[in-house]
């Protein structure tokens, strides 16, 4: 009998062995499968994740950022302990102890799934950096398997803080934010050691279901989680009870819910210079690089001077729009049911696409029209008394457009502009005596646009860029990506070509009508103001923008000639040599202009402009910096009294240093006395107006002794801007208001002058000599280079299109007007008069 029972256990004992054994092996064997080809955990000893990418100024301060996932990285010695104590109480309690899973974990949900048919997560948190570095998402046994196994081998290659790190690092937490720290600012735009225990426990209770768990949508679902977490915390024995019980009766408060200022929010509202930043780095680097490579980025924006181009930009722009006169509004309209409410059409409001960064400008919508006034709400703003109202003295400057596109008649009152729903642009109109408010005025994005750029000629460095009226509201940038007529602007390049080929500031040109048979039928092109004026001067022809002396001088140099020069200063990749593109026909961008510009400023050096100053990847190493030149004193502390470093240009020489001082001369004419002469500055600017055919295009650049800057304007569809628009009425009123600001911080000096040349007074009307002590408005000192000695009594006289008879200036008779001077040698002469001295003439296509 108790033999018989032994032998009854003894079996069963047996059975019960040879299966655990099997069950053994099946599993070993399973896992001996599964550890095949798995992916190596040993990369992540070098683990380098996406971080975010941040743009400085030059001050230091933070003002772009960008990011495919929204993290920064932080050191496991850096994060919090209570950060730490939330994440291991929400997740894996037993982190500290397991060998990367948890037996216990996994048997209480298995048995949770057979009893209740649910399925939770038994997942550590090694478990999870495994799962979210190395496998899929795949909710399978296949998977977990081999997550297990890869846990454990993990585990035996780090430290558990190691791991922790890279957990906390890495985790999804909504709102596009990947990390703790990412995480802290996006919910409560706070530091992770500024974060309070409820605060830790939210953030350690969105991993559960990020996708789910939103501040406002799912607030009570996140706050029952956040204070789970605080419970788990107090039991694991990380925060006291009154701790635990004080914090879980705190209200849930978040950015999203509007408790705290949004991170984003504070920053500047991105525009064109830190996206030209992006546009150019992601296509130097990589998109992968610099969308997650944590780059540091010192960009060369000068906050104030960016500030006074956006604003110098729009309100040309708009002064432009306004005078047409013309209505458009912002096309976006609320439903008439959403405006009963006032929070309803506040968020509607919210919702409108309009843009937002525009200073002073806000988001409107029209509440109710009456016989005169409109009622508005406003963004932002509180309702007060009566309400906001647009007065009927506002809308009179307008008219609309009719349902078949003619234009109805000015308008009287705001209802002749406005319906109810309008969403609209506002701004309040002040005293400028006191900054009083007066009322409320309409406002509307121009359809004209431009772009507008100013950088150091030194240095290249970019101080300020616009592209266009709003970022907002067009992300395209008109200073880089668009592709224009220069027109006059151009003509710089034409006579700097001459210079260097045996002209002089004094050589004379015939300005006299020229016919050429072309492929494309005659052209005749001729000077802005319909008139031509005889052998003149070549200074006279670039100050007052002769359209006629510019094509003779580019074909006797040859636009072969011309074309080098234009490819050499980098305003074209290829210049067609065609006579029509001497005056500015073919395309090109403000961006290369300006840079070119800055080499005549400079005194002939190679300057590449930039819009950065240093790039470091995540780990501070220097990986791109602009200025290459060398210190050659700084070593030498103290430096003597009175002398500065010597710094080693090592720049190239594009063109002769006579010739740059020659053209810059030239140019200060052109601002003194010539087509530019509402350029208003207390430092001597020289630059070139330029207006295309049909004024589709107006430009001005021009420059100091230190800072070059331009502007353009036009339609992004070329069309005419009407008669009376020139480079130097819409293009210069920008340049001044810049610039006041950029002299003011920078200051300005005399263009220095090189040495190779000496100076000879001429009269500028006819090129002829006069004595040293000659003055009066029709002396000039002009600068020629050594060598270059002309013969005053037989000068050169250059027609581009062969020999033929030719007056001089002081040849010409007296029956077709003029003035009557007394020349170096005593004899009288007349100047023939010419009807566009001292009027504003652009040039261009013609």
Known sequence: MLRGILSFFGAIFS??????????????????????????????????????????????????????????????????DLVKEAFISAEDKNFYNHPGYDPRGILSAGYQFLTTGNMRGASTITQQVMKNFLLSSDRNIERK??????????????????????????????????????????????????????????????????????????????TERR?????????????????????????????????????????????????????????????????????????????????EAAK???????????????????????????????????????????????????????????????????????????????PAADVQWARKRNSDGSLGGRAQVAGDLVEVGDVVLVRAMTNDGDGSFIRWTLRQVPQVQGGFMAMDVNTGRVLAMQGGFSYQSSVFNRATQAQRQPGSSFKPFVYAAALDNNYTPATIVVDEPIRLNTPYGLWEPRNSTGQHY???????????????????????????????????????????????????????????????????????????????????????????RHDHRVCETCGNQPLPAGQGPVIDNNRERVMDAVTAYQLTSMLKGAVDR?????????????????????????????????????????????????PNAYGGTLCVPVFNAFMRKAVAEFGGTDFAVPPGGYWVKIDRFTGQRLSDDASGPNVVAEYFREGADPDWLSPLIVSGFGDGEVVLPWEAGGNSGGTAITTSTGERRVIPSRTDFGTMSSGGLY
């Open 312 to 390: 110098a930009l729009q309100q040309a722009l708009e002064q432009y729009d306004r005078g047409l006169g013309i209505w458009r509004g912002t096309g976006e309209v609320i439903p008439a049911e959403q405006l009963r409410d006032e929070g309803a059409w506040r968020g509607a409001l919210w919702e409108a696409q309009v843009p937002r960064d525009i200073p002073g400008w806000k988001p409107a919508v029209v509440l109710e029209v009456g016989t005169s006034d409109a009622r508005i709400g406003i963004e932002g703003i509180e309702e007060d008394g009566d309400g906001h109202w647009i």
């Open 534 to 624: 005889g052998p003149t001067p070549l200074r006279t022809g670039i100050e007052m923008s002769r359209n006629l002396m510019t094509i003779r001088i580019a074909q006797d140099i040859g636009m072969d000639r011309v074309a080098d020069y234009a490819e050499k200063f980098g305003v074209y990749d290829d210049l067609k040599p065609f006579l029509a593109n001497a005056l500015g026909a073919q395309e090109t961008t403000l961006f290369k202009m300006v840079a070119a510009y800055a080499m005549f400023a400079n005194g002939g050096e190679r300057v590449e402009p930039t819009l950065v100053d240093r790039v470091q990847d995540r780990r501070g190493r220097t990986v791109y």
């Open 674 to 722: 010539g087509t530019a002469t509402g350029v208003d500055l207390p430092v001597p600017i020289a630059g070139k107006t330029g207006t295309t055919n049909d004024a589709k295009d107006v430009w001005f650049i021009g420059y100091s002794s230190n800072i070059v800057a331009g502007c353009y304007l036009g339609y992004d569809q070329p069309r005419s801007l009407g």
């Open 145 to 222: 398997v081999k997550e297990i196994i890869l846990a454990t081998r993990l585990e035996a290659t780090l430290t558990k803080d190691q791991i922790l790190e890279l957990y906390l690092n890495e985790i999804y937490l909504g709102q596009n934010s990947f990390g703790v720290v990412a995480a802290a600012q996006t919910y409560f735009n706070k530091s992770l050691s500024e974060l309070l225990p409820h605060e830790a426990a939210m953030l350690a209770a969105m991993p559960q279901a990020p996708g789910r768990y939103h501040p406002v949508t799912a607030k009570e679902r996140v």
């Open 227 to 307: 204070n789970y977490v605080l419970r788990e915390m107090w039991q694991n024995g990380y925060i006291d009870q009154a701790t635990y019980e004080a914090e879980a009766k705190l209200p849930l408060r978040s950015v999203q819910n509007g408790d705290f200022p949004s991170f984003r929010g504070q920053l500047p509202p991105r525009d064109y210079f830190s996206d030209e930043i992006r546009r150019q780095l992601s296509r130097e680097f990589g998109n992968e690089e610099f969308f997650g490579g944590g780059l540091t980025i010192r960009a060369t924006v000068d906050p104030d001077l960016q500030t």
């Open 15 to 80: 059975w019960l062995v040879t299966g655990i054994f099997f069950v053994a092996l099946t599993v070993g064997g399973i896992f001996w499968i599964y550890s095949r080809d798995l992916p190596s955990h040993e990369t992540l000893a070098q683990y380098a994740p996406k971080t975010i990418s941040r743009i400085y100024n030059g001050e230091g301060r933070l003002i772009d950022e960008f990011a495919e996932e929204r993290r920064l990285f932080v050191p496991i010695e850096e994060i919090p």
